[in-house]
C-alpha cells in the first residue's frame, strides 16, 4: 500500500541574498543601543534638591514642585518604550534590508535620540509664562511628529520589496496598517496646535497617544504575512 502524499505544499526557498541586502541583525543590534542610551538619558533631568536650595522648604514640597519633571519623563519614557517594541516588531518581518532601509532606520534613531532634549525644554518650562510653555510645548510635538512620520517612512522601506520579507504583504493588510499609523500621525500634528492651547494637555495627549501605539499596529500585516 503506498503512503498518501502529504498534501500541504513545502514553504518556498528563500531567494538567494542580494549583494546591495544586509542582514536586520546589525540594524536591530544599532537601534537597540540608540533606544537604550536615549531612554537612559531621559533620567538624567530628574534633579535632587540640594539641601542648601531648600530655602526653608521641605523636601517633599520640593520633590511635588518639580511634577512637571516627572510627567514629562514618564510620557517621554513610554514613547521610546514603545517606539522600541514596534521597531522590534517592524525588524520581525523581514528577512534582510537594503540601503534604502538603513538609511530609514537611521532618519528614526535620529528623531529617537533628539527625544531628551526637548523632554527636558518642556519640563523646564512647562508652567514657565510669557508663552515659553507654549513654545516648549510646540516644539515637544514637533518632534514627535517627526518621530511618526520616520517611523511609517521605515516601515514602507522594509515592506516595499517583498524579496526582503519572510512572506509577502497582502496590499489590504499593508493598507489597514498605514491607516492605523495615519491616524496617530493626524493626531501628534494636531497636539503642535494644542502646545498653543495647553502645554499640559498636550503632554497628557502624548501619553494617551503611547497608549494607542501599545496596541499593535502591526498586526494586520503580520497576521496575513
Known amino acids: ?13 528563500a531567494p538567494p541574498p ?8 546589525r540594524l536591530e543590534a544599532f537601534s537597540d543601543g540608540v533606544f537604550a542610551i536615549a531612554i537612559t538619558l531621559l533620567v538624567l533631568d530628574l534633579n ?3 539641601p542648601d536650595a531648600l530655602d526653608g522648604q521641605s523636601l517633599r514640597h520640593a ?36 540601503r534604502r532601509t538603513l538609511f530609514a ?19 523646564t518650562y512647562l508652567t514657565a509664562g510669557h508663552g515659553d510653555s507654549h513654545t516648549a510645548a510646540a516644539i515637544y510635538a514637533a518632534t514627535m511628529v ?3 512620520l520616520a517611523f511609517s517612512l521605515l516601515f514602507l522601506a522594509f ?6 520579507l519572510h512572506a509577502p504583504i497582502p496590499p489590504e493588510a499593508l493598507r489597514s496598517a498605514m491607516r492605523r499609523f495615519g491616524i496617530g500621525g493626524l493626531c ?9 492651547i495647553s502645554p499640559v494637555a498636550m503632554l497628557a495627549t502624548h501619553a494617551l497617544l503611547a497608549v494607542y501605539y501599545c496596541f499593535d499596529q502591526l498586526a494586520p500585516a503580520r497576521a496575513r504575512a
Open 1 to 13: 500500500m503506498t503512503a498518501e502524499p502529504d498534501p500541504s505544499p513545502s514553504p518556498a526557498p
Open 18 to 25: 542580494r549583494a546591495t541586502d544586509f542582514s536586520t541583525a
Open 48 to 50: 535632587v534638591p540640594e
Open 63 to 98: 520633590l511635588a514642585h518639580q511634577w512637571p519633571a516627572y510627567f514629562a519623563y514618564l510620557v517621554s519614557f513610554l514613547v521610546i518604550g514603545i517606539i522600541w517594541i514596534n521597531h522590534h516588531a517592524m525588524c520581525a518581518l523581514a528577512r534582510r534590508v537594503d
Open 105 to 123: 532606520n537611521l532618519f528614526l534613531l535620529l528623531t529617537v535620540s533628539v527625544i531628551p532634549f526637548p523632554t527636558r525644554l518642556l519640563a
Open 146 to 148: 517627526a518621530m511618526g
Open 159 to 164: 515592506t516595499r520589496d517583498a524579496r526582503n
Open 188 to 196: 501628534y500634528t494636531a497636539t503642535i496646535a494644542l502646545a498653543y
